[in-house]
């Protein structure tokens, strides 16, 4: 979680609600541009990243993705109604059962260390009873800042999908790379740009209210 990506990178894929309903139409312009840009699997060069191609829009894969992160930005949006940057993150495990949901409480607790996704992976340990996250699938809406990228590295999440780049404190893919630097030791794959305009739009909207 980090507060840059309102400021920059925008405009890049208007890809919206309304989209939606015109899928069929762009469907062939969707896919090639989510193979060409913004859908990327993370450090296909990366000897630590496993690599699989992109979804198609219409795949059931992208579909679930999609299921998920909208219950993510559902939990952005009440955190940003709440007074906090708006971001959002559920866990499901291996057989597809939600079993996390966290939203940003750093204000409300008083706490640095709590980013939707460092409470999300909390909560899931306590639910299976292991801080061994293997098999399970994180989903949040801004990608993680260092403190969080480290901790999903450290908790072995199979999957990580992340909405929109933070190009401030993303580390990732975007200021830093966190899962295919000398610190990690764990496969992690990571699949980014999943709603990307709506998380970004709500992050930007946000701050936007701020400022006025
Ligand atoms: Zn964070």
Known sequence: MGCGVWGVGCGVWSVGCGLWGRLRKIHA??????????????SENSPKSRTYPPPPIDD????????????????????GEAGEVPVGAVIVDAKGRLIAIAQNRRERD?????????????AAGRVLNNWHL??????????????CAGAIVQSRI????????????????????????????????????????PCRQQLQSWFSQRRG
């Open 110 to 122: 008083n706490d640095p260390t709590a980013h939707a996704e460092i409470l999300a992976l909390r």
């Open 158 to 197: 199979s999957l990580l999908v992340y909405g929109a780049d933070d190009p401030k404190t993303g580390a990732i893919r975007t200021a830093a790379n966190i899962p295919d630097g000398p610190c990690s030791y764990h496969k992690l794959s990571v699949l980014a740009g999943i709603l990307e305009s």
């Open 134 to 147: 293997n098999g399970c699938t994180l989903y949040v809406t801004l990608e993680p800042c260092p403190m």
């Open 29 to 42: 312009f969707i896919t090639h541009f989510l193979r060409t840009s913004q859908v990327t699997f993370m």
């Open 60 to 79: 059931p894969s992208y579909l679930l993705h999609r299921k998920w992160m909208m219950e993510a930005l559902e939990l952005a949006q009440r955190a």
